[in-house]
T-cell receptor, first 117, second 112 residues
Framework: AQTVTQSQPEMSVQEAETVTLSCTYD???????LFWYKQPPSRQMILVIR????KQQNATENRFSVNFQKAAKSFSLKISDSQLGDAAMYFC??????????????WGLGTSLAVNP | NAGVTQTPKFQVLKTGQSMTLQCAQD?????MSWYRQDPGMGLRLIHY???????DQGEVPNGYNVSRSTTEDFPLRLLSAAPSQTSVYFC???????????FGSGTRLTVV
């Protein structure tokens, strides 16, 4: 079964600095998708970035980028020029490319990010 | 474009009561699911559906029922509420392929 591990329960960063959140996963599949979700205090789950495993190019979305290392099963999120609004819980998630129950998301336990002014 | 609409946002139930959490999406997504979020346990899948008329159990289905009579709606029923069902519940939907999920705003349920 697939698992997702976020080894940093809490992190902090100074405003305008860069921070990297770690995520590792375990799978025997070759085709899958990886996601980072943000959950601010409002509790809304917001998709930050998505990566297809078959793509070697790392996904980017404005100030957010990932370092996807397929062989190492690592999927870290880099936030550049951190802003106060980036303070949130960040979840890493895995989704199989298979059918049925395999389409469910496998979640890490999250990293709480604080942004210091 | 409303996305995923979840109601209610807050609910307090007494043990043994039943209720239905509503979820509707207007994006023609085939895949819909219900998660519960508990501190220290992340998000856990309760039930999911891959299309109208098709539902299946997730990791923690006991005490919950679902149905999917239309593509748009995927209600979650608590049959007889228990304090262990105190949680935040999320409905989410996506396309069949590996698209990202769109989440509703969540329901904070307290069972006393």
């Amino acid at each position: 079964a697939q698992t997702v591990t976020q080894s940093q329960p809490e992190m902090s960063v100074q405003e305008a600095e860069t921070v990297t959140l770690s995520c590792t996963y375990d799978t025997s599949e070759s085709d899958y998708y990886l996601f980072w979700y943000k959950q601010p205090p409002s509790r809304q789950m917001i998709l930050v970035i998505r990566q297809e495993a078959y793509k070697q190019q790392n996904a980017t979305e404005n100030r957010f980028s990932v370092n996807f290392q397929k062989a190492a099963k690592s999927f870290s999120l880099k936030i550049s020029d951190s802003q106060l609004g980036d303070a949130a819980m960040y979840f890493c998630a895995y989704r199989s490319d298979g059918a049925g129950n395999n389409r469910k998301l496998i979640w890490g336990l999250g990293t709480s990010l604080a942004v210091n002014p | 474009n409303a996305g995923v609409t979840q109601t209610p946002k807050f609910q307090v139930l007494k043990t043994g009561q039943s209720m239905t959490l509503q979820c509707a999406q207007d994006m023609n997504h085939e895949y819909m699911s219900w998660y519960r979020q508990d501190p220290g346990m992340g998000l856990r899948l309760i039930h999911y559906s891959v299309g109208a008329g098709i539902t299946d159990q997730g990791e923690v289905p006991n005490g919950y029922n679902v149905s999917r009579s239309t593509t748009e709606d995927f209600p979650l029923r608590l049959l007889s509420a228990a304090p262990s069902q105190t949680s935040v519940y999320f409905c989410a939907s996506s396309y069949r392929a590996g698209g990202g999920y769109t989440f509703g705003s969540g329901t904070r349920l307290t069972v006393v």
